[in-house]
């Protein structure tokens, strides 16, 4: 399985741990990459891919100037894009995958050590033509765009505005006069802000304005806006648009702003498929128009948990590799040092990940499949599931992605100082993954919303009503009284419901309070959104602990032995962990002992001493190649220091014994001349 | 004590919040400041040194090459340090704080973005020379350090090696025919690697190596080896060096490795107050050696912690400002958009960051008093407190890092996107701030440290002998039994100490109970050391909940009654956030009950909204100049909008309408010409 090609030799002590691994790292492969067939088809893309010249880069991107950076995303851009449009698309397995598919974004990775600018031509701008256009607006609009003469993104936000979306200050006015709309930006805070591509790249933008016509606002809708000339790229007149400047991460997708002056647009320019603006000014609306917005919404969320988990794989990958080849300090006086991945304190903080990545996935997964059942009976009207759905991927989207940036720091801070290089990749892998807490939803906000989802089902099983499948337990667990403890994985998993049933009874507890000293719900509400926040932290920690444990046994049912016992002490793992981490809450709300607190505790540790030997050979089954990984610390072959020296060397500063700085200025300064 | 001496108008709610604010921010100031006259000196400093023209940068540095941005730090130091000494060491009121004080480092944050190349020099360098180097040593090289003649790093952590610092490999080898060391790096994992400065900056360099003489290795000794022709700054013959690349911060700080081949040093550049190496080759060792490098150890530490806690107070001064300005959603249908910052959620994130900023502050202050102390004990040969400074001085130095790097991403997740512009600041905060959790000692390694102290604390206490100080609270808890509770502060910072010493207890049991089933005592350690690092953060914890309430109760002595009470509360809020943080610990080892946890929420709840009308005057009393805190989001007129726009117009990328990538290859690929 080894994805190393070139002839240098393997790390002794990685070599000796791979030696040593309980299992066959490829079934865990197969697991993951949802069988046999997927895999081998995923490796020959890759193997396609990305023999290309264009992946190496003379120069470390993290050398460039940002505006460097951009530049060379555009180049690969382009070649990727040709690469994608020529080569792959001709390629028979890319039918399993589809075009958007996530092995194009794994391939993504080694192209983009950050994110082309192009990202959301295909993953924004593309989808939304097909699900807001009508079939005639389709067929003007998806050639050009999947030729790619009209290059587009999708530009929402404004610089006042982000969450709350009824506060866009954009205007479209409908002109019937000229049958066309005017987009307008009265303030500064209602210039568009963070569209990736839009800074110097696209030439077209889906803007969300409030539509104006007759004389009355109806709310925001989608438009498709040229702004720039297709010949010379110039900005059109009216349009304002630029690069909003170096950002934490994303610095070679040239986010931008977008400012309109009274600026004309067809009439037919609005995307058409849920309302409509008729000749006259006439306003025509559909009512699928929300449900489907809702089902955008949640389809990214998915994504998004399944791309972070990928993320957490990676950094694992990179820690425990690392882990495996460092040595550091001595147990017993005289012994040689033990490899770090040797300490208790660094299994602590390593497996954890491991299982998350493993969490995350199998439940992205899982998503994925209810979610598809969801969009059928959407299709069919049936949209009763919608709201359980909608506050399902609320939360996993917000856990996820802050565990994962969590344990990304966790993998970073385990490396020591060298984490803290570009070139160990972990400090980039975290500027990614901590973005994806705040778009798509900020975290406290999406935990809000499935609180109010929750706070709902509790009042609906206190009336006796029947409830949804994942907030069913509330009907269990409605009354007062502990949950029982048992400390099988079940009855840890009852546990973790009983922990969030006991939450939210004590949210409404608290709300039933405060309104009854004469506030309004809103303020009583509003006043309680701490707990109310970790009370949708719970429920959702509850369902991965559970999904994740039920999938890991269904997945792993025909493995080999060594494969469902490894499984199985992940998954144990796992819930242990949370069990130590939330153990106040089940003092609280469960019948746990301080004698079961031990025995967790003995438990835990006894299972970081199980998965030792395996470690290795878990994360080689994450399966990531090293053109994908892009670490000095991770590499398959665990040359650490040979590769950390190695991109030293290519750093601009080391062209020339002697930086001009000195003659200008340190010299005078020696010399007491300056 | 605005420090805006623009004529623009400041936001109108920053204004309303000032007016509202119940006390007068200037007493706070005044006092963590420590007195009105610091407050005055600094004042005068900062407007003597801030006025430089020095502090524009066209092209905001983060717009610029890492290269690009080395150099331009160069120039800045040089003009820095020039200003330093020409003006303001003829500056009365440098007396007060001395040239290496906290003062020139807080206004050297407006100079540099991210760290001087020279900051080792005045950091390390220097203070080596004063206490490893004999007073003819001094002579020699102290004029020469200090005029900037010679100029130097520190190099001790080596490619291969950092914590563990018996296990460096560079040799010094002493050469009796020739009076001469002979410096050797026998692998690649001996290169140096990491000494800021050391890539390009500097001419000289302290070396850790050990020393080899008559055929017996005595360990690693202080080295000053000269790398650079002081004419032509080449590296001299034998000496490999380079810069190691870019990292994720102190990308100004040219950082280096550095590699000997049997590069030859006369025998007095052996740092040789501590130990001595004879003509002959005889070596010659003074017992205090060791002790005093624990002191410097302690004294860094200390510093640490004092600039973490000045980092956090930016990142809180950024938010609380930007939270003020910013509006968001609605609370009841038709109501406008309130202030983010009267979301209980948002405060819940922001207040503890202000009462941390203070606790850091308050306890490195006394850190400070009590280390004073220990080092006159030191002169006088009275070395007894040390081991108790020690891990005392870790285990801060890890909590503190920990807790305000952590604290310093929820204030930038608590901006939403705009916390994620570097224009900020508080990416860069973060990344100065996380680093500091590495260097100088890492979390974990620091933690077992000031374990180990405790658990012979614990033994002491277990035979009935007396203990020192800080951990006096082990002989009235090292019973079994549950500290009792009551929810005064008194009572909370008890139960504190009772968790601490509950945690070391079961420490104890564990490794005992392993030592039982045949393990040594070694091996039972190491299988304990995930308990053993939450004791010693539990400690840690205790003593900083102790000293903060009891220090800020001190300082408020002779204040007026609002800045009481508004002190009173923070420290209020502090033990609250982490009772109910750490309720799990309270629930195991206190008499803490069910109704007691639902009192310490909505008590929390409650001093939210006390110190919410006050949080804005709160912040504007860490009184950070807008050219310190460098900050879109956070400067004191709140013009966040303006100021956004305003940085995004200074990139490159927008120097140009049409950039030159759209021509080489966007058009080709529009036109299927690629």
């Known amino acids: 399985m080894s994805d190393n090609k070139g002839v240098r030799r393997v790390n002794e002590d990685l070599a000796r741990e791979r030696a040593n691994c309980s299992f066959d790292v490829r079934e865990i492969t197969f697991l993951l990459d949802g069988g046999e067939n997927n895999t081998i088809t995923r490796k020959k893309i890759e193997d396609f891919t990305l023999t290309d010249e264009l992946l190496s880069d003379k120069v470390p991107d993290e050398c460039l100037s940002p505006k460097e950076k951009y530049e060379n995303a555009v180049r690969k851009s382009c070649l990727f894009g040709k690469l994608v449009k020529d080569k792959l698309l001709e390629f028979g397995g890319l039918e399993t995958f589809g075009p958007n598919s996530f092995v194009l974004r794994r391939i993504a990775d080694a192209f983009f050590k950050e994110i082309s600018p192009l990202l959301l031509h295909l993953g924004m701008f593309v989808p939304t033509i097909l699900g807001q256009c009508t079939a005639e607006q389709q067929s003007e609009w998806l050639p050009r765009a999947l030729s790619m003469q009209v290059i587009g993104t999708y530009a929402q936000t404004e610089l006042g505005h982000g969450t709350f979306i009824r506060g866009l200050e954009t205007t479209a006015t409908y002109d019937p006069e000229t049958e066309e709309f005017v987009l307008h930006s009265p303030t500064l805070s209602s210039f568009k802000w963070w569209a990736g591509g839009l800074g110097k790249t696209v030439n077209h933008c889906i803007v969300v304005a409030q539509l104006h016509t007759k004389g009355q606002c109806h709310g925001t809708h989608p438009f498709i806006v040229q702004i720039r000339d297709l010949e010379t790229h110039q900005p059109l007149p009216g349009i304002k648009v630029g690069e909003i400047g170096p950002k934490l991460g994303f610095n070679t997708a040239d986010n931008g702003f977008l400012g309109f002056d009274k600026y004309r647009i067809p009439r037919m320019n609005m995307m058409m498929k849920n309302a409509q603006i008729l000749k006259d000014g006439t306003y025509v609306k559909l009512d699928r128009h929300g449900k489907m917005t809702y089902g955008t919404m949640v389809f990214i969320r998915v994504m998004v948990v399944n791309e972070v988990a990928f993320n957490l794989a990676k950094a694992a990958t990179i820690a425990v590799r690392y882990s495996a080849v460092r040595r550091q300090s001595e147990k017993k006086p005289g012994e040689p040092e033990p490899q770090i991945l040797d300490y208790v304190t660094q299994q602590h903080k390593l497996f954890i990940c491991i299982a998350t990545a493993h969490a995350l996935q199998l439940t992205s997964d899982w998503l994925w499949r209810t979610f598809s059942g969801v969009v059928t009976d959407i299709k069919h ?103 029982p403890w048992d400390s099988t994985s079940e009855g840890i998993v009852n546990a973790a419901y009983g922990v969030a049933a006991g939450k939210i009874s004590a949210c409404v507890k608290s709300i039933r309070n405060r309104v009854k000293t004469g506030l309004s719900y809103e303020d009583a509400w509003d ?26 046994v269904r997945l792993t049912e025909k493995s080999s032995p060594n494969v469902r016992a490894v499984m199985r002490q992940l998954t144990t793992l796992y819930l242990h962990y949370w069990a130590l981490e939330r153990i106040g809450d089940l003092l609280r709300y469960s019948a746990v002992s301080e004698e079961d607190v031990v025995a967790l505790q003995q438990k835990y540790e006894e299972l970081l001493a199980l998965i030792r030997p395996d470690a290795v050979g878990l994360v080689d089954a994450f399966d990531i190649r090293d053109e994908i990984l892009n670490s000095t610390l991770g590499a398959y072959d665990g040359r650490v220091y040979e590769r950390l020296m190695e991109e030293a060397l290519k750093s601009p500063l080391n062209a020339e014994p002697v930086n001009r700085s000195f003659h200008m200025y340190l010299k005078p300064l020696m010399q007491g001349k300056l």
Chains 1, 2 share one sequence.
């Open 381 to 483: 009207g049936k949209t009763d599931s919608l709201p359980e759905f909608h506050a399902l991927s609320s939360c996993l989207k917000a856990i996820s992605t802050s565990d994962a940036a969590l344990l990304i720091e966790q993998c970073r801070h385990s490396c020591g100082g060298h984490g803290y290089m570009m070139s160990s990749n972990l400090p980039l892998i975290y500027s990614f993954v901590t973005a994806t807490r705040t778009y798509e939803g900020d975290y406290t906000v999406l935990l809000l919303q499935t609180a109010r989802f929750l706070i709902k089902a509790w009042e609906q099983a206190e009336a006796g009503k029947p409830l949804t499948p994942t907030v069913s337990y509330l009907t269990k667990y409605f009354k007062d009284g502990r949950v």
């Open 527 to 552: 006043l309680t959104t701490v707990q109310l926040v970790a009370a949708a932290e719970a429920h959702c920690r509850a369902v991965i602990c559970d999904v994740y444990r039920s999938e890991a």
